[in-house]
């Protein structure tokens, strides 16, 4: 480490040549951390969309109770859902069978658990006046309870889809769940964020620069695609 | 030939009867007026006709059964146009959705509501950039696109200018003549008037008159009746 002459602009000097040279262990890293997340995003998707719209949609008994719990579940703390993770999938746990400890797989559940109460929440909100604007007709035309569903999440998509962004950008930045299902294996289940952490405690700074650049770039296109996504939704929107 | 009745049909909210009771039978073609001041019972009529409202006591019946379990075969056009947040095409494509019918099926049914309704928009625009009038218009094609037995509209003209008015009177005597049983609501007499073949006076909750052709006009019964046409009401 320079550290006599200028040491953080040597660190980010660093830190660039990482990037612009596609360094392999910082690809291998981005790689991982993007399969794991947008994997745990899409099986949160496809339980949280659905269900939330649900919410949205029917009452039924003990649905202000599931509410509740889930708009509770979006500020769960990352580190207790990677506990109860690791407890379930430890040798001695009730899934210890499976092998999936210290494993992708394990990361993906974490991380499931971890968004789906957020995209379960923020598709009830964007379904939510949808339903009450389309009460009247959907009953006047008859629509069973799939076609409302299906008719229901596709209108309210782009609430949708910014729910999907969300989620996946909550599950990009956590570091608490994949640390300790993960065990932030050098290889095979080192992330951006365990990365990070890991090589600041051992003055490794380049690479954990290069890799909060990357994190940060993400967010920003995350944003700009969730504000791109709401404009264009509002040419659907009817005003009155 | 489809028969609506009204059976000692009541609705009670906040142990208040705000409708009814009503006895009825409609059994003609044509265009039915169901006319009436604000707050007269018009809308509510409609909603218990189509199935949308429950009555608290009585029963309505289409051909001898229940309202509620008909409703795919009858359109309706409502008051406030509800606009899907989807395309022209899309709005078109639900009631077809409802009863199954996909692809190019659906896509030569919406260009022949389409027509029927005068409606000359883009399919592919998003249905919210439409004016009022067009979107009064969608929701008449909506109303068709499925080839409903009856249709059944909620004062569809109240804000429409005279033109669009013309061009909307003149799709409903069309539907009307390929057999499409029509049911309307308006407080417009000259309206009333051009299309009405039945008509219904409603006042205060209550079913006051029923009258073939324009007898409504000529030999009118009830004080309401009277009353309203003179203006007073």
Known sequence: MGQETAPEMETLAQAWQLLIGFDAALVEIVGL????????????????VPLGAALAIWTFPGRGVLVVLATSFMALPPVVVGLAVYLLLSRAGPLGDLGLLFTPSAMIIAQMLLITPIVLALTREAVLPLKRDYDLLLRSVDAGPWLTLKTLIWDARFGVATAFLAGFGRALAEVGAVLIVGGNINGLTRVMTTTIALETSKGNLELALALGLILILIAILINAAIHLLSAFGRRYEVTR | MTILTFDKVELTANNTRIFGPVSTTLDTKGITVVMGANGAGKSLFLALAHGLTQPSRGVVLWDGIPAIETRSSRGFVFQTTPVLRRSVYGNLALPLAARGIRGAEAK?????????????????????????????????????????????????????????????????????????KIIVSTHDIPQARRLGTEFLFFSGGQLCETSNGQDFFERTQSDEAIRYLKGEL
């Open chain 1, 33 to 48: 951390s993007l399969y794991v997340s947008l994997s745990a995003t899409l099986l949160a998707a496809l339980l949280g």
């Open chain 2, 108 to 180: 030569s049914r919406i260009s022949a509501a389409l027509i029927a309704a005068r409606l000359d928009a883009d399919p592919a625009k998003p249905a919210a950039a439409l004016s009022g009038g067009e979107r009064k218009r969608l929701d008449l094609a909506r109303a068709i696109v499925a080839s409903p037995r009856v249709i059944l509209l909620d004062e569809p003209s109240a804000n429409l200018d005279p033109a669009t008015m013309a061009a909307f009177e003149a799709s409903l005597l069309q539907i009307a003549e390929r057999g499409t």
